[in-house]
């Protein structure tokens, strides 16, 4: 990658935990990563309003990945990604007249689409909290090719394999199922959201052997 300067620098490739440091960079990749994903798409169908709306969403989701699990990413956050670990994976906020207000303000008309992917995507996510999940895995569009997003979650995996969990996921990419199962995830569901709604697959990876 070139700098300003016209020297090439070469990217620092190391795959941390990032923190609060980390927010505004994290942010915007993961907010360009899932700009026209189909999800979000449905969410937010007016390519305005999803432009205004997403970061904000995905600013929440970042600050509750750093509260209740863990943000894997390159330094430079070309590459993050949100990890619940055992525990922490089928929490969700406490539903308060404060939190509804709340998620009103930070989604608009969206938060009845948004409400209704959330309660699928935990129907489908595989029962217990002996296993890691894997939120959000996402890759800023001008570093995509250099197989950050693999190296990124591959790192995450490796927590799970030493403490010999298996590893959920979603994806409403069709395009990602592929690139997950050479990651070692297999298909457990495909299901849609209601009648016209995105299209999810649900995908579960055993923990390989030491």
């Known amino acids: 990658m070139a700098s300003k300067s016209g020297m090439w620098a070469i990217m620092d490739k190391r795959i941390i935990t990032l923190g609060s440091q980390h927010r505004d960079a994290a942010c915007h990749t993961l907010s360009a990563a899932f700009a026209t994903d189909p999800a979000m798409s449905w969410m937010f169908p007016d390519p305005v309003v999803r432009a205004r709306r997403l970061p904000t969403l995905i600013d929440w989701m970042f600050t509750d990945h750093l509260r209740h699990g863990m943000v894997l990413g390159t330094p430079g956050c070309e590459a993050v990604t949100l990890w619940r670990p055992p525990g922490s994976v089928h929490e969700h906020p406490a539903l308060t007249p404060g939190t509804a207000i709340g998620f009103v303000r930070m989604l608009g008309t969206a938060v009845l689409r948004a409400e209704r992917v959330d309660r699928c995507i935990g129907l489908h996510l595989p029962k217990g909290e002996q296993q890691f999940y894997l939120r959000m895995a996402g890759v800023r569009p001008d570093m ?67």
Do not use: C, H
């Not at 997003?149 to 403490?163: E, H, K, N, Y």
């Not at 990419?173 to 849609?192: H, I, P």
């Open 144 to 210: 995509q090719g250099q197989g950050l997003g693999g190296l990124v979650i591959r790192a995450g995996l490796a927590q799970s394999d030493a403490g010999g969990l298996p590893t959920a996921l979603e994806t409403a990419t069709q395009s990602n199922v592929g690139l997950y199962r050479a990651l070692g995830f297999e298909v457990l569901s495909n299901w849609t959201v209601g009648r016209g709604g995105p299209q999810f697959w649900t995908m579960a990876r055993k923990p390989f052997a030491k």
